[in-house]
Structures are given as structure tokens and as C-alpha cells.
């Protein structure tokens, strides 16, 4: 094939994305070598090149996703003034999201060994992070903890809803206008 007719050389991310969609398709069994290769127009050539397998395509998926959906994410809303933060939260957690759908399946394989240690670590840091930012509105701690856990099971409990086709009120004013006043 002439120089000018080949397809750009993919790059590891293209290989992250991929799985990432895959596993919000159709979980984590869809994160095969082949298939993913056949999806991107590319061989499994291509894939070796930048993993050396399977495994390690996973924990570049599931960092990839932790980095996007939790560290940025925090990283954005602490970057705001301390009284504009609930407010950020609200808009970058509450979707909808093109990442809501490989989060619902990243949490349904959290039973998987190298599912888990991921998921345990994105949920501990969001937790954490709501309770920072409930202490810094001036929140008690042992009240700070109750309510980053009524928090983020609202979040969870809301992405149930919007994953299993359930009419979700997180767009609706009077839901948004009860998280405020949480967060507040």
C-alpha cells in the first residue's frame, strides 16, 4: 500500500478509547484484542505495540477513566471560588455524559480483581473530596461524612436511573435546587 493510503498510526489512547467504549457497550468481556482492532481498521499488530496485553490495556482503561471522571473533575471544582464549587459540582457530575455509560459498567464489574482496586479508590477519593468540601463550609465532621454519603449515593442513584432507561429528575429544577442546598 502506497505511503500516502495507509491509516495514520494509531496511538495508545485510540486503544484506551476504544475499550472504554467497548466496556460502556457491552462490558468488560468486549474488551478484546480483536475485536477492538477490527472496530479501530487495524491489526492486533498495532495493539502489541503499545500493551503488552489484555491486562494492561484494562488498567490503562480504568486510569484513563479515574483520571477523566475523578481527579479532573475535583481538580476543576477546586480551582473555583469556594462559593461557586457546589454549583461547579453539580454541573460537571450531573450529566449527561458520554463517560455515564462506561461508569455504570466499570461499577457493575467491580467484583473483578482488577476492577476493584480502581473502583474502590475512585469512590474513596470523590467521598473524601465532598467531605473536604463540606468541611470547608464550615460542616462538623462526623456530619461532613453523612453528608458526602447521602451525596454520592444521590450521584449513584441518579446514574442507576439514567442507565436503566428510568426517568431521572436530576435535570429537573427542583432536584438541582435540593443538591444545592445539600452541598450548601
Known amino acids: 500500500m502506497p505511503t500516502s493510503e495507509r491509516q495514520p498510526r494509531l496511538d495508545r489512547q485510540a ?3 476504544a ?3 467497548a466496556w460502556g457497550k457491552s462490558g468488560l468481556d468486549a474488551v478484546k484484542v480483536e475485536p477492538l482492532a477490527a472496530g479501530l481498521a487495524t491489526t492486533k499488530g498495532s495493539f502489541y ?3 503488552a496485553n489484555r491486562a494492561e490495556l484494562i488498567d490503562a482503561a480504568l486510569e484513563h477513566w479515574a483520571q477523566e471522571t475523578t481527579s479532573a473533575v475535583i481538580d476543576a471544582v477546586r480551582a473555583e471560588p469556594e462559593a461557586r ?8 457530575v450531573f450529566g449527561p455524559h458520554e463517560t455515564d455509560r ?3 459498567m ?3 464489574a467491580a467484583a473483578h480483581p482488577q476492577v476493584q482496586p480502581v473502583v474502590d479508590r475512585v469512590h474513596r477519593a470523590r467521598t473524601d473530596y465532598l467531605v473536604e468540601l463540606f468541611r470547608g463550609q464550615g460542616v462538623p465532621d462526623a456530619r461532613a461524612r453523612a453528608r458526602a454519603a447521602v451525596a454520592y449515593a444521590t450521584y449513584l442513584g441518579e446514574l442507576q436511573l439514567r442507565m436503566t ?3 431521572s429528575a436530576a435535570h429537573s429544577g427542583e ?3 435540593e443538591l444545592r442546598r445539600l452541598l450548601s
Open 15 to 17: 486503544w484506551v478509547d
Open 19 to 21: 475499550a472504554l467504549r
Open 49 to 51: 505495540w503499545h500493551f
Open 85 to 92: 464549587r457546589g454549583d461547579r459540582l453539580l454541573e460537571e
Open 102 to 104: 462506561a461508569e455504570w
Open 106 to 108: 466499570i461499577f457493575s
Open 165 to 167: 432507561g428510568a426517568t
Open 175 to 177: 432536584f438541582r435546587a
